[in-house]
């Protein structure tokens, strides 16, 4: 299976197919799953809070609860699982745990291969955002020179050929969109 950026919708096509949503209030919005080692708490289709279930070690912690990233509904939610806000965890940081923790039961989704997509799709984007019929040439290779920064930003060990300033706007355009492509196949 692909990467998915989202943990959430990973787990849920990865779930048990016995699984079943309890929903502990009167709305469909909030609900939990249980699975044989964990407790998982969505808003919407969110995870928001998971817990080790059955046999744990009590020495370590099993409860991990994201603080709010989204909504005043998800915040109650939230509220909902735990009123204590010291417990909650950076969405970056819960997602990270989730994954680590996770992963055992629904398998770890596959990281992307293709180290230059991030910054291929940036170029890219950069590419047809700035790129009009009235603009100077050297309006043109200062365009260029930024979509190559994105590149050495991601990866500062991409060479540029030593002739780069010397070629034209369509020339530098033609070949940074040729590496956008490649980046993005």
């Not at 779930?15 to 969505?42: M, S």
């Not at 002739?163 to 033609?174: G, H, I, N, V």
Request: charged share 25%; glycine share 4%; no cysteine.
């Amino acid at each position: 299976m692909e990467y998915q950026a989202n943990i959430t919708e990973y787990i849920l096509d990865n779930l048990p197919g016995d699984a079943e949503r309890v929903y502990p209030r009167t709305t469909k919005n909030f609900y939990y799953i249980i699975t044989p080692n964990w407790q998982l708490w969505f808003s919407y289709r969110t995870l928001i809070a998971f817990r080790k279930t059955g046999n744990i070690d009590t020495r370590v912690n099993n409860f991990f609860i994201s603080r709010n990233a989204w909504s005043v509904t998800t915040g109650k939610h939230l509220y909902w699982i735990d009123s204590d806000h010291t417990k909650r965890l950076d969405f970056e940081v819960f997602e990270a745990l989730a994954l680590e923790h996770l992963g055992d039961d629904f398998g770890n989704p596959k990281r992307d291969t293709n180290p230059f997509r991030s910054a291929g799709m940036v170029s890219a984007l950069f590419s047809v955002m700035h790129s009009k019929e009235d603009q100077s040439e050297a309006e043109k290779k200062k365009a260029n020179n930024q979509r190559i920064r994105f590149y050495q930003a991601s990866y500062p060990g991409v060479l540029i050929p030593q002739d780069w300033d010397d070629l034209t706007a369509a020339e530098q355009s033609r070949r940074l969109d040729m590496v956008d492509k490649t980046a993005l196949a």
